[in-house]
């Protein structure tokens, strides 16, 4: 259906309001087309006949500002499980006259019935089928002369087909008010988006004010008062994506325990980016444990089993002399906790018997004189000589000089470029590779498992075998084969904008073929729109939009916008084009 029910007022030859009504399309039941028209009573749902002549009722704040007004449907986690189970709706006004910042009047039931304290309010899941609407606004004689705004809400998906009243500017609920015509509006302001080309947006407000001859325009931030100059495509904001489930765990090998034990982590990914371990396999054993690798899991080949610590002194207590130097040895277990330390002595690596207190030295001591180090002597033709340098210290630790030695203690001039030695490859070990694979039913239904393959040391497969996802051994019912992700929604959503301030026609549907819905403002002088269902003339303040479900394929069939003379029109529209496109 493209154009939806739309709220008018019923006035009479002398100004006076006689009623408030609802003018409601009617469609064929069999074929869908369009029948006629319904004029209905909105707090009764009865059928009603005009005594005067049908128009928009308007809304304006008394101070000469358009005031806006919006509904948001919450949930209240009632319970405290993280979810909401109970719904309610807030009511947000927007007047300009004030700045321009936003005002929540109340919260309310979701069937406008009375006021909602919530408790701990969250973001629906999904929006609820019983979405509450704004029909439209009012005026209202409030019993003192004064002529004030009123929002009429109702729920779109309630059997009660009753309508609340809402004061723009309090919130409070009215009883039966006495509606009157709303003073002429010279200024409105619009929630729009700022679109960058990689798709990001920011919203701002745009104001409008007419004078009757022009109409100028001001950009500020939500606040209302900041002034922002955008930068990328101005348009309705676009909807908000729905969070994708979490991706099928992946299995990534790399890993090594502290005593070299191969492992494989399970990971996946959440809406927000994180990666999130869910477990790991002993790739020796097979063994599925949950949560995080545990402490002191490295890459493999670089095991870190042994650490030790900088230079110690051995003091004795009644004197302070250092009675010698001392290392700390730390020895680590497969789990990455210490499992033994082992004091060291610094000058001749020996294990060391402490005779006093070991502790931080004391200024001046002095260090291991002499340090050694195997290094490699590399000819140019890649001849490669191991010897060892004795490096020379001062009491502060600086290198003072270096001697050469073979490994058998003789002296040694190096000829070539020395360096580290490379350390001796290790023997070739059978390689094995874990896959994700699915095990598809025969009605479909697949089950994600991992296979590990194992190979010899010339790389060929020899054998499998197969685990669940909790690492538990895992036989294959169905067809073996490569998990399908889930299709990737092909198409995208863009935002647009068109401004008629001359005579002239814009067509919204030959502008964007893919096009979603569309919202026509009449600042000043009026403007017809023709879409599939007919053409309608729209005067200064009125606001229309026209639209196609979230998860409908199609668009709107036809739009264009029609502006005479004088006329200032704004048309904002969302439509849909490919991913590729």
Same mark, same amino acid.
């Given at each position: ?5 739309? /709220? ?28 006629? +028209? ?41 319970? *405290? ?9 807030? %009511? ?93 509006? !010279? ?29 100028? +325009? ?72 949950? !949560?995080?690798?545990?402490? *002191? ?9 042994? @650490? %030790?610590? !900088? ?47 070991? +502790? ?9 004189? @002499? ?10 033709? *890649? ?15 600086? %290198? ?6 073979? /490994? ?13 030695? @490379? ?92 096009? @979603? ?12 729109? +023709?879409?599939?269902? *007919?053409?309608?003339? /729209?005067?200064?303040? /009125? ?39």
């Amino acid at each position: 259906m493209d154009v939806e029910a739309v /709220l008018l007022c019923d006035v009479q030859t002398d100004g006076t309001v006689a009623a408030t009504v609802l003018v409601e399309p009617v469609y064929d039941t069999s074929s869908g087309a369009r029948i006629g +028209t319904r004029i209905v009573n909105p707090a009764t749902g009865a059928d009603y006949t005009p005594v005067g002549t049908l128009g928009p009722c308007g809304g304006v704040s008394p101070e000469g500002c358009e005031r806006q007004i919006s509904v948001r449907t919450r949930c209240d986690d009632t319970n *405290g499980d993280g979810t909401g189970d109970t719904t309610y709706v807030e %009511v947000w006004a927007l007047d300009p006259c004030d700045g321009g910042a936003p005002t929540l009047l109340g919260t309310y039931g979701d069937d406008f019935g009375q006021p909602y304290t919530p408790t701990a309010p969250v973001d629906c899941p999904e929006p609820p089928t019983d979405t509450p609407v704004i029909l439209g606004t009012v005026c209202y004689d409030d019993g003192t002369g004064t002529v004030r705004p009123a929002a009429v809400l109702k729920c779109a998906g309630c059997a009660d087909t009753a309508v609340t009243y809402l004061d723009a500017e309090t919130g409070a609920q009215l009883t039966a008010p006495v509606l009157a015509p709303c003073p002429a509006a !010279g200024r409105s302001t619009q929630l729009l988006c700022d679109v960058q080309p990689d798709g990001t947006s920011t919203p701002f407000l745009r104001t409008y004010t007419t004078d009757g001859a022009t109409t100028t +325009t001001a950009d500020t931030l939500l606040d209302g008062t900041t002034a922002y100059a955008p930068t990328g495509t101005v348009g309705a904001c676009p909807p908000v994506s729905a969070c994708p489930e979490r991706t099928t765990p992946t299995a990534t090998v790399g890993l090594c325990l502290p005593d070299g034990t191969p492992i494989a982590v399970t990971v996946v990914r959440d809406c927000a980016g994180v990666v999130t371990s869910e477990g790991w396999i002993n790739l020796r054993t097979g063994a599925y444990s949950a !949560g995080p690798p545990p402490t *002191g899991a490295v890459a493999c080949g670089s095991s870190q089993s042994v @650490q %030790v610590s !900088g230079t110690f002194c051995d003091v004795d207590p009644a004197t302070g002399n250092v009675l010698g130097l001392v290392l700390i040895e730390y020895s680590y277990a497969a789990d990455g906790t210490i499992a033994s330390v082992r004091l060291v002595d610094a000058t001749t690596g020996a294990t060391y018997t402490p005779q006093g207190e070991v +502790t931080t030295c004391p200024a001046g001591t002095e260090q291991p004189e @002499q340090d050694i180090i195997q290094l490699c002597d590399v000819q140019a033709d *890649g001849t490669v000589t191991p010897f060892v340098r004795d490096y020379r210290r001062d009491e502060t630790g600086t %290198v003072t000089g270096h001697s050469d030695y073979t /490994l058998d203690g003789a002296a040694y001039q190096p000829t070539g470029t020395v360096g580290t030695c @490379q350390p001796e490859p290790e023997p070739l070990q059978p390689e094995r590779d874990l896959t994700v694979l699915c095990d598809i039913a025969a009605d479909g239904t697949p089950t994600p498992f991992v296979r590990d393959y194992q190979r010899d040391t010339a790389g060929t497969i020899t054998g499998h075998a197969d685990y669940g996802l909790d690492g538990a051994p895992y036989t294959p019912a169905g067809t073996v084969g490569i998990c399908v992700a889930p299709p990737v929604p092909d198409a995208v959503v863009n935002t647009g904008l068109n401004r008629l301030t001359a005579a002239g026609t814009f067509d919204a549907k030959g502008a964007a073929p893919g096009l @979603q819905s569309a919202t026509v403002t009449v600042l000043a002088g009026t403007a017809q729109v +023709t879409t599939s269902s *007919g053409t309608v003339t /729209l005067p200064a303040g /009125l606001s229309l939009t026209w639209s196609v479900s979230d998860d409908d394929d199609s668009s709107l069939s036809v739009l264009s916008v029609t502006a005479p003379a004088g006329a200032d029109v704004v048309t904002n529209y969302t439509y849909k084009t490919s991913a590729a496109g």
